[in-house]
């Protein structure tokens, strides 16, 4: 029988004092470990699609396989961010969790045969797209756990457990198909995730106070700064996620065999994920905003830096590089994600008053906006994959693919500027987003 906290009020003191810590901690630990094998699951393509020599497949198709997983994880990131809400946050930890059982299965089984049609193997990559949506409901699940005060980080923590995912998957996969063939890419994983989720039944809650209807928080898709925020996080997130999909193949393709691409791969995404929690922290002393406007300025400049290191002949050099990207895209992470629940709650405090209440219905609105706005910052790791696999095809090269990424960041940075650092104590959102919360 599903387990149900009625009594929930985490912004009391005394409650939470008491025994909301606890539980929220213990939530939290469980949330990061599901999230940790669902991103594991969602980027695992990246590794295989570089070990694929037998089956003869263009670097653009090899690319669609890496770039699958993208599109369909932030296309549920939308369905998922509602699922805590409608069922519980423990119910649907432990059905999302078990899903991933599937991709992880089928590609066990494919990659065994060598007459596998491309088609299945697109399918299959697209089914890996499940463990991407499991941050949305991670995320707005830990919401409602959480005081305001201790949201960013908590969220912090969470959402770096999980993006750390795909340094793990980077780390491991290497040694582990090295060491027992292809299929073991798949087949690592199942013990793991049965693990997960019979730690997120015993050891998780639901809670009451979570519940909502999806009506009332698809109300955040009608307010701008939802969309201003996506937009964003496709710099940030989408950058992070992208470049961390894409360098392996990416690297197969500009360097000969020789080169130590495979080995070294995981560093990027780990320095992303590690250095998240300072982007927040950064956020919160010197303001949101500015952080994510200076961040952009930096990614622009990272593109240009890997770009003519991509030129160079020298893999050391393109990969010290290209470690510029994943710090700024790992940093703008954080500044841009702490903004959410401040705005999201602010406004609702602005709207309803200082009650209980108002602080509840700006979680759910902040829950909600989460959802929408990681689903739609995902799709940055779908469109750099894809950019890569189109400038190879038309030019044989990825340069065009760094140009269109330089022309993007200049105009986040020119979007933050005009929205929250030009005049931003005209509006409460803009206050909010430039202020040291």
């Given at each position: 029988?599903a387990?149900?906290i009625a009594?929930?009020?985490?912004?009391?003191?005394?409650?939470?004092?008491r025994?909301?810590?606890?539980?929220?901690r213990?939530?939290?630990?469980?949330?990061?470990?599901?999230?940790?094998?669902?991103?594991?699951?969602?980027?695992?393509?990246?590794?295989?699609a570089?070990?694929?020599?037998?089956y003869?497949?263009?670097?653009?198709?090899?690319?669609?396989?890496?770039?699958?997983?993208?599109?369909?994880?932030s296309?549920?990131?939308?369905?998922y961010?509602f699922?805590?809400?409608?069922?519980?946050?423990?119910?649907?930890?432990?059905?999302?969790?078990?899903?991933?059982l599937?991709?992880?299965?089928?590609?066990?089984v494919?990659?065994?045969?060598?007459?596998?049609?491309?088609?299945?193997f697109?399918?299959?990559?697209a089914?890996?797209?499940?463990?991407?949506?499991?941050f949305a409901?991670?995320?707005?699940n830990?919401?409602?756990?959480?005081?305001?005060d201790?949201?960013?980080?908590?969220?912090?923590?969470?959402?770096?457990?999980?993006?750390i995912?795909?340094?793990?998957?980077?780390?491991?996969?290497?040694?582990?198909?090295?060491?027992?063939?292809l299929a073991?890419?798949?087949?690592f994983?199942?013990?793991?995730?049965?693990?997960?989720?019979?730690?997120?039944?015993?050891?998780?809650?639901?809670?009451?106070?979570?519940?909502?209807?999806?009506?009332?928080?698809l109300a955040?898709?009608?307010?701008?700064?939802?969309?201003?925020?996506?937009?964003?996080?496709?710099?940030?997130?989408?950058?992070?996620?992208?470049?961390?999909?894409?360098f392996?193949?990416?690297?197969?393709?500009?360097?000969?065999?020789?080169?130590?691409?495979?080995?070294?791969?995981?560093?990027?995404?780990l320095?992303?994920s590690?250095?998240?929690?300072?982007g927040?922290?950064?956020?919160?002393?010197?303001?949101?905003?500015?952080?994510?406007?200076w961040n952009f300025?930096?990614?622009?400049?990272?593109?240009?830096?890997?770009?003519?290191?991509?030129?160079s002949?020298?893999?050391?050099?393109?990969?010290?590089?290209?470690?510029?990207?994943?710090?700024?895209?790992?940093?703008?992470?954080?500044?841009?994600y702490?903004m959410?629940?401040?705005i999201?709650?602010?406004?609702?405090?602005?709207e309803?008053?200082?009650?209980e209440?108002?602080?509840?219905?700006g979680?759910?609105?902040?829950?909600?906006a989460?959802?929408?706005?990681?689903?739609?910052g995902?799709?940055?790791?779908?469109?750099?994959?894809?950019?890569?696999?189109?400038?190879?095809a038309a030019?044989?090269?990825?340069a065009?693919?760094?140009?269109?990424f330089?022309?993007?960041?200049?105009?986040c940075?020119?979007l933050?500027?005009w929205?929250?650092?030009?005049?931003?104590?005209?509006?409460?959102?803009?206050?909010?987003?430039?202020?040291?919360?």
């Amino acid at each position: 029988m599903a387990r149900w906290i009625a009594d929930w009020h985490p912004d009391d003191p005394a409650f939470w004092a008491r025994s909301g810590r606890r539980v929220a901690r213990r939530n939290l630990i469980v949330s990061i470990v599901a999230e940790h094998l669902g991103f594991t699951v969602w980027t695992v393509w990246s590794i295989v699609a570089t070990r694929m020599g037998l089956y003869e497949f263009s670097t653009d198709q090899l690319f669609w396989l890496v770039a699958l997983p993208n599109l369909v994880g932030s296309v549920l990131r939308v369905p998922y961010t509602f699922g805590p809400a409608r069922f519980g946050g423990r119910t649907f930890t432990v059905v999302s969790a078990l899903l991933l059982l599937i991709p992880a299965a089928l590609l066990g089984v494919a990659v065994n045969d060598p007459g596998t049609p491309y088609w299945l193997f697109l399918v299959i990559a697209a089914l890996a797209g499940l463990g991407g949506g499991n941050f949305a409901s991670s995320m707005a699940n830990i919401t409602y756990f959480y005081p305001r005060d201790k949201q960013g980080v908590a969220l912090g923590l969470n959402a770096a457990g999980g993006n750390i995912g795909v340094s793990s998957v980077q780390l491991v996969m290497p040694l582990v198909i090295g060491s027992l063939g292809l299929a073991a890419a798949g087949w690592f994983w199942i013990p793991l995730i049965v693990v997960s989720a019979a730690c997120a039944w015993f050891f998780m809650d639901n809670l009451a106070s979570a519940r909502a209807e999806p009506r009332e928080q698809l109300a955040v898709a009608g307010r701008a700064q939802t969309w201003i925020m996506s937009f964003l996080y496709i710099g940030t997130f989408g950058s992070f996620i992208g470049y961390s999909t894409a360098f392996p193949l990416l690297s197969a393709n500009l360097f000969d065999s020789g080169a130590p691409y495979a080995a070294v791969a995981f560093i990027g995404p780990l320095i992303g994920s590690l250095v998240r929690p300072a982007g927040g922290w950064l956020a919160d002393r010197f303001g949101g905003a500015p952080v994510t406007l200076w961040n952009f300025a930096a990614m622009g400049g990272g593109v240009l830096l890997v770009w003519l290191a991509g030129t160079s002949g020298d893999f050391w050099l393109f990969f010290l590089a290209f470690q510029t990207l994943f710090l700024t895209a790992g940093i703008g992470n954080g500044s841009t994600y702490r903004m959410i629940p401040a705005i999201f709650q602010a406004k609702a405090v602005a709207e309803r008053g200082e009650s209980e209440q108002a602080l509840l219905y700006g979680k759910r609105q902040a829950s909600a906006a989460i959802g929408i706005i990681s689903a739609v910052g995902a799709l940055g790791g779908f469109l750099i994959n894809r950019a890569f696999g189109m400038s190879f095809a038309a030019a044989g090269t990825p340069a065009p693919a760094f140009l269109a990424f330089g022309a993007f960041y200049v105009s986040c940075a020119a979007l933050t500027w005009w929205c929250y650092t030009r005049k931003a104590g005209a509006s409460v959102i803009g206050s909010l987003a430039h202020a040291r919360v």
